[in-house]
């Protein structure tokens, strides 16, 4: 009999919760991966960074895999499709993996669950890809934190040496299923392309996070982590991130606890997985959503250096600075009064470190309809910010290189015009409040 261990977000061998028990349990773990094609059909784009980032992580597990003489089984087809055929196959006595918390996620685990169950295997879950989840933070009253500080504050109380100590996975390691190496299927095979991205470095360095609070909002400099696509498939510890942000700077443990929190608004609050604003009543804002400024939107066409540079950048790379994001969000929202929900589909398709909590959770943030957002009457003037943020123009240049030059588009609307506009279609929408 073996237990199997189902990677997700969690594509590491070391510190992983779920893994360790599964090890732990002293029976032969046969880890697996599944290529969802639940989720694979969707992407329209097949020069997905993500499928290659995934793909490389898969990688490496392998090779670490294949020295203690193990294999990671990895299926490209649908979890309904390969726990069957598991199944069949294998005599299994228990599934061990650690908490998702995406709608998609929920629904895929609970049919898994009652698929697996109804065969007597045990199905087994974690937490792992947070300090605190679902309701381990709560106010004095019981209630889901829906602003920040105070969430924040009650998870540093909170706080102690046993959530944030790793699970010595290494101490079982000879309990790896012992089996001549499994091929992991190739991107081509399943109808992607190879893009070859370079990928920001799986290690936390240290000289970043003691600087980051000085540093952290100039998009020309590398200030901030760029950890992000490690914690969102869990290629790094949250853990091992939180005990280097205790040591070193308060305010990027703060970034991390934002991370918490919005999982902790997802969990709590799944109207936002169903397009729903957060506060409902800003549904019924009447969005212009003129498609043509849309389109100069996506590419970087603005007009407004910044907004086009940040724009530039997430289509070229990926990767866009927060500073930006917020800045490129606020545009969409107010100066185009578009629906914040465009924009959050456009960053899906396009963020390496997409991840739904944090991207819905800065998109509501930006429109001012989201759990402790920006007020509505605040409309980043991305002149300002350039001043502020990116005053020799270095990040700009490097992405607008035509800025000075009669190529470059002429700004889409007049700032002060775009003020005059939003505000009273959001006083409107909110009226009697
Ligand atoms: P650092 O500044 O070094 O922060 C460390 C880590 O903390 C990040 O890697 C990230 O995991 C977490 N973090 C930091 N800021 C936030 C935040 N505001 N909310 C949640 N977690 C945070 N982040 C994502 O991971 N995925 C997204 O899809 C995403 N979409 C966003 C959309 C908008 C409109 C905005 C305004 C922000 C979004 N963010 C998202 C948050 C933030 O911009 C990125 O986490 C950050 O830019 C990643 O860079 P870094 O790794 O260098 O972060």
Redesign the pocket.
């Known amino acids: 009999k073996i237990s199997i261990f189902w990677f997700r977000r969690d594509l590491r061998l070391h510190d992983n919760a779920g893994l360790y028990h599964a090890l732990k349990k002293g029976m032969p773990v046969l880890p697996i991966f599944i290529f969802d094609k639940n989720i694979l059909d969707k992407l329209e784009d097949k020069r997905d960074r993500r499928v290659e980032f995934i793909h490389q992580a898969l990688t490496e597990i392998q090779v670490s895999l294949q020295e203690l003489g193990s294999s990671l089984l990895v299926k490209y087809g649908t979890p309904e499709e390969v726990f069957p055929e598991l199944l069949n196959q294998y005599e299994i006595e228990s599934i061990f993996t650690n908490h998702d918390y995406e709608l998609y996620a929920n629904e895929r685990d609970e049919n898994v669950r009652e698929f697996v169950t109804s065969e007597n295997i045990e199905f087994n879950t974690y937490k792992d890809q947070v300090i605190f989840e679902k309701k381990e933070i709560l106010s004095g009253t019981g209630t889901p934190y829906t602003v920040f500080t105070p969430y924040s504050r009650k998870w540093k109380e909170k706080l102690n040496e046993f959530y944030l100590k790793s699970y010595p996975t290494e101490k079982y390691f000879k309990y790896f299923f012992q089996t001549q190496p499994f091929e992991i299927p190739t991107l081509a095979s399943m109808g992607f392309e190879t893009i070859g991205t370079n990928f920001p470095l799986k290690v936390v360095r240290d000289s970043i996070v003691k600087n ?1 609070a000085e540093k ?1 909002d100039f998009p020309a400099i590398v200030g ?5 696509v490690h ?2 498939f869990g290629t790094l510890s949250i853990r091992e991130l939180a005990r280097k942000a205790i040591s070193l700077s308060e305010t ?1 443990l703060n ?2 606890i ?2 918490d929190f ?1 999982f902790n608004i997802l969990y709590n609050f799944p109207h936002i997985s169903q397009g729903q604003a957060f506060r409902k009543e800003y549904d019924k804002i009447v969005w212009r959503n003129n498609e043509t400024e849309f389109k100069a939107w996506c590419e970087g066409k603005t007009g407004y250096p910044i907004v086009d540079a940040g724009m530039r950048e997430l289509n070229a790379t990926g990767f866009m ?2 500073r930006v ?2 800045i490129v ?1 606020s545009f969409l929202t107010k100066h185009l009064l578009i629906d914040w929900r465009w924009g959050e589909a456009y ?1 899906a398709k396009k ?1 390496l ?3 739904f909590a ?2 819905n ?3 509501q ?2 429109s001012g309809s989201g759990c402790d957002a920006a007020p509505y009457f605040r409309v980043f003037n991305p002149t300002l910010q350039t001043q502020k943020f990116d005053k020799n123009l270095e990040y700009i240049k490097k992405w607008v290189p035509e800025l000075n030059s009669f190529e470059y588009p002429q700004p889409i609307v007049n700032h002060d015009v775009a003020r005059k506009r939003v505000l009273p279609v959001y006083q409107e929408a909110l009226k009697g409040l």
Request: proline fraction near 0%; charge should be positive; aromatic fraction near 24%.
């Open positions: 980051y952290r901030t982590s760029r950890l992000s914690l969102r990027w970034e991390l934002w991370r919005y600075h927060n994001r917020m969000a960053f963020l470190d997409f991840d944090a991207n959770g800065g998109w943030w930006a």
